[in-house]
């Protein structure tokens, strides 16, 4: 699916690994590889800089929830930079886009979310969770309620705080993290460490993790439980029946705030317009980021429940805390927009009712293949495991990368498929047809057979 290109490709490489440290990169390998260069897009489609047609199974980053090439979002992005390209909201001043947002927010968030506070990415929304919640333990005289629990594997970003919280050794171990007032518990990955639990039973166990924690720690010393609704960066974990209900019980038991980290699963890519909502809680704080543009601007923030919105605001006194592009106009415009797309389309809905559905339908199918030891989607998002021997569910050795082999079949296939380790994972545009699901599993399924067959030359099968 190539077309004629216009781009000087090694000439770009060249560059791009001249000057630019990419994020999350061996700078020493890519140099030696370059880099893929992306430089247009259109509904679910990518191209690269050799005029290759690449299916977007990830979304960009889980971002682009309306597809590529939306000229609504340009239109608003345009009309607001002629109209006041910058303004702050610091100074007792605001903006008229990041009070329609609010708003807007306000109406499709769950009823508990009335207040919205604004920043440029899902790690800083983190970061303000961190400090604000700090803050409301304060103002209500338990100072020593501060520490905050979340889950190994977790990702909740990349500044001090957002990598503290997640829950990746390998992030850690960089920068001396996590920072004093956060502890990790258990992830609740079924295929791990379910050990012959029914799902239902695991899902109870994987949340007494949580009090357990909580009574290690002492009720009086936690300040929140922070969980993305399903794991997104560590490989789609989906949680068993009953976790998140349970984690609810006990945060309410123990006076513990209920975090929602909805940076992935927020504005649809559950079928609801927040992950909340397909699990059935009610939490107290909710990041996002990412959908709430579709990825085409940076914007961020956390939907502020009424228990915590109230007492910062009743308390009165500053909140020493903000970035110079909270509530950014542009960022605003393009998020109202995005929206408006989401609604007008009926998108979220579509999603619940016909894409995901049929995508579990297809995507359950790949069980079938000789590689592949467990299937699982939870609305667009969907994960596989790539085993040894799928009767036993043995897994490769790590060293032997087997996820990259797929991954690299994947591309030179024309489909963007995520590894993580060796579990394979998709969170393909919202907007995504039928027959572009069809097309995004035959590709797959392709990139399988080729990694099969690669498998059983190099003897590891
Ligand atoms: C659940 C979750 N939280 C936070 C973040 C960090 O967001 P950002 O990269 O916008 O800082 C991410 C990014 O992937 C994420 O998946």
Redesign the pocket.
């Given at each position: 699916m190539s077309e004629q290109s216009i781009f000087d490709t090694p000439n770009l490489k060249q560059r791009d690994s001249a000057h630019y440290l990419h994020p999350f990169t061996d700078t020493k390998d890519l140099s030696t590889t370059g880099a893929r260069i992306i430089t247009r897009g259109q509904g679910v489609y990518i191209w690269d800089s050799d005029g290759n047609k690449i299916l977007d199974g990830m979304s960009g980053?889980?971002c682009v929830n309306v597809g590529y090439g939306r000229q609504q979002l340009v239109d608003a992005a345009t009309q607001q930079m002629t109209e006041l390209p910058y303004y702050n909201s610091f100074f007792n001043t605001s903006v008229i886009p990041a009070i329609e947002l609010a708003e807007v927010m306000t109406a499709i968030t769950p009823p508990q979310f009335n207040h919205f506070f604004f920043t440029n990415?899902?790690?800083?929304g983190?970061d303000t969770i961190l400090r604000m919640v700090r803050r409301y333990w304060d103002i209500k005289g338990q100072h020593q309620k501060k520490t905050f629990i979340a889950r190994k594997n977790a990702?909740?970003?990349?500044t001090v705080a957002?990598a503290s919280l997640s829950g990746m050794t390998y992030m850690h171990e960089q920068g001396d993290l996590p920072i004093p007032g956060i502890v990790h518990i258990e992830q609740p990955y079924y295929f791990e460490h379910s050990q012959g639990l029914s799902p239902e039973a695991f899902g109870l166990k994987a949340a007494g993790w949580l009090e357990e924690k909580i009574l290690e720690l002492g009720a009086d010393k936690v300040a929140a439980f922070i969980g993305?609704p399903v794991q997104?960066?560590g490989g789609v974990i989906i949680p068993p029946p009953g976790y998140w209900q349970e984690i609810e019980r006990i945060c309410n038991k123990y006076d513990v705030l209920l975090v929602s980290?909805e940076?992935?699963t927020g504005f649809g890519r559950l079928g609801k317009w927040f992950g909340c909502e397909y699990f059935g809680i009610k939490p107290d704080l909710m990041?996002f980021?990412?959908g709430i543009t579709s990825g085409y601007i940076p914007l961020?923030g956390v939907a502020v429940g009424d228990r915590v919105a109230n007492m910062l605001i009743e308390s009165g006194g500053d909140f020493n805390h903000g970035f110079t592009y909270s509530g950014h106009p542009v960022a605003c415009a393009v998020a109202l927009a995005n929206i408006k797309l989401l609604q007008d389309e009926s998108i979220v809905e579509r999603v619940g009712d016909d894409t995901a559905p049929y995508l579990h339908k297809s995507f359950m199918e790949l069980a079938d293949h000789p590689l592949v030891g467990l299937t699982e989607t939870c609305g667009l998002m969907a994960g596989l495991v790539l085993v040894k021997d799928k009767n036993k569910h043995n897994l490769f050795d790590a060293e032997h990368g087997v996820g990259m082999i797929c991954r690299s079949h994947c591309f030179a296939n024309g489909v963007i498929m995520r590894a993580v380790g060796d579990r394979m994972i998709i969170a393909p545009p919202l907007v995504i047809t039928h027959e572009e699901i069809d097309q995004l599993i035959s590709l797959i399924e392709l990139s399988l057979d080729q990694t099969l067959v690669d498998l059983k030359k190099l003897n590891l099968i």
């Open positions: 980053l889980w990415s899902g790690s800083e983190n990702y909740h970003g990349s957002g993305e997104g960066a980290d940076v992935i990041t980021a990412k961020g």
